[in-house]
């Protein structure tokens, strides 16, 4: 599989990185443009609701700031995914954070899925979002990088902490959760 | 996760949606996907899926990223701090004490020493020429050099004679004399404890 990162035509990663290295600012904000929506999809796979973006920003800081230890073994993009998953497990630590967690949790339990949102985004795609949400935490940011990023189950593996194998297992069991669901 | 049993093909429609295939494995999927309505569905699942992820998550503005990358990369970097426990602070403090009673004890010796200090020429002449002449008035009528009498190793006496020696006025020395003080200061064995008298011609020794 090739990187998703990159079209053929863009300048690679490690290009970019090579670029941003010697001052080129205009490197760093095509590094960010490219890779912080999917960054911030992965956040959000993760739980996080409202700090999605303060995480993301967070996350695109300290990459900047350890860029000299990034040695390429993997994509840039699943490097990112990881500082952003310790991150959030960093934050949740926090009693302060968690306590916000709760609150969030409870207030998109009333209007995440309200019907006017489910009218205007289609029905199929709200049955589908509710399907996501049952699945278990593992199972969702798995299916999120799969689906959404095209990802790897390698690079799926490296970001999310766990083996190859597992993160197959984890993609197979949350598509036939959410195909049960959407049959039910 | 299929029905038609070709899992391996099922599970590359991640890939085949993000256009990240090559050729052959793209015609592959296709191909199958003419065949097996399973596959179609679970095609328009990843595609729905992938489609309201997007639509999902909030919009990130990549300036502000950038603002907050510019802001960090100008922010002095964190000086760290170091946590010293409370034994440590003891060992330290301990072995500071220790090293400060050693100099203390250092320092007392060597003043203590050097009161009871008398130069070698003093106490045992390096240069023989330096041997002073037995005070006789019979024998030496004319001034002599306040040189130290026979050696003295009482300390007392050493601190009370010494200066008789190194006091003496410089000019009551004959050449001979003068020129073997300057080799033995130096060759370090000795040291005036006053300065000469500024008029005192090294010299001529007169």
């Known amino acids: 599989m090739s990187s998703p990162s990159a079209a053929p035509d863009l300048p690679a990663d490690s290009a970019l990185i090579a670029r941003w290295k010697t001052g080129d600012e205009r490197a760093a904000t095509l590094l960010v443009e490219r890779h ?48 952003a998953r310790n991150l959030v497990r960093d934050r949740a630590r926090s009693l302060k954070f968690e306590r916000r967690q709760v609150a969030i949790e409870e207030h998109h339990a009333v209007t995440e899925h309200d019907p006017l949102d489910g ?33 790897a189950y390698k690079e799926i593996a490296s970001a999310v902490g766990s083996t190859e194998g597992a993160a197959r297992v984890h993609y197979h069991n949350a598509m036939r959760a959410i195909k049960e669901f959407l049959d039910e | 996760m299929s029905e038609c049993g070709r899992v391996e ?15 052959p494995q793209r015609e592959q999927i296709e191909a199958h996907l003419l065949a097996c309505a399973d596959a179609r569905r679970e095609l328009a699942l990843v595609r729905a899926a992938r489609d309201a992820i997007v639509r999902r998550t909030p919009v990130v503005d990549p300036n502000g990223i950038m603002s907050a990358v510019r802001a960090a990369r100008l922010r002095p970097r964190a000086v760290p701090v170091y946590v010293i426990s409370r034994r440590a602070v003891w060992r ?16 007392i010796g060597t003043r203590r020493a050097a009161e009871h200090l008398v130069p070698d020429y003093a106490v045992s002449p390096v240069n023989p020429s330096l041997t002073p002449e037995p005070l006789s008035p019979v024998a030496s009528p004319a001034p002599a050099p306040k040189l130290a009498p026979a050696p003295s190793h009482t300390p007392e006496r050493a601190v009370a004679e010494a200066p008789a020696l190194i006091m003496g006025d410089p000019n009551d020395l004959d050449e ?8 033995d200061l130096e060759q370090g064995g000795a040291s005036f404890e006053t300065e000469p008298s500024p008029d005192f011609d090294f010299g001529s020794g007169q």
């Open chain 2, 92 to 107: 330290i403090a301990a072995a500071v004490a220790l090293v400060a009673t050693g100099a203390l004890g250092y320092w």
């Open chain 2, 9 to 23: 093909l099922h599970e590359r429609l991640p890939e085949y949606v993000h256009g990240a295939l090559d050729a």
């Open chain 1, 36 to 83: 912080a929506p999917a960054v911030a999809r992965f956040v959000a796979s993760l739980g996080v609701r409202e700090d999605v973006e303060d995480v993301v920003q967070e996350a695109f800081v300290r990459a900047f700031e350890k860029l000299d230890s990034f040695r390429g073994e993997s994509a840039l993009r699943t490097w990112l995914c990881t500082i």
């Open chain 1, 119 to 151: 009218a205007m985004a289609g029905e199929t795609e709200e049955r589908l979002m509710r399907a996501m949400d049952e699945l278990s935490p593992m199972q969702r940011q798995v299916f999120t990088l799969r689906v959404a990023e095209g990802m």
């Open chain 2, 176 to 183: 001979k004399q003068v020129g073997a003080i300057l080799i």
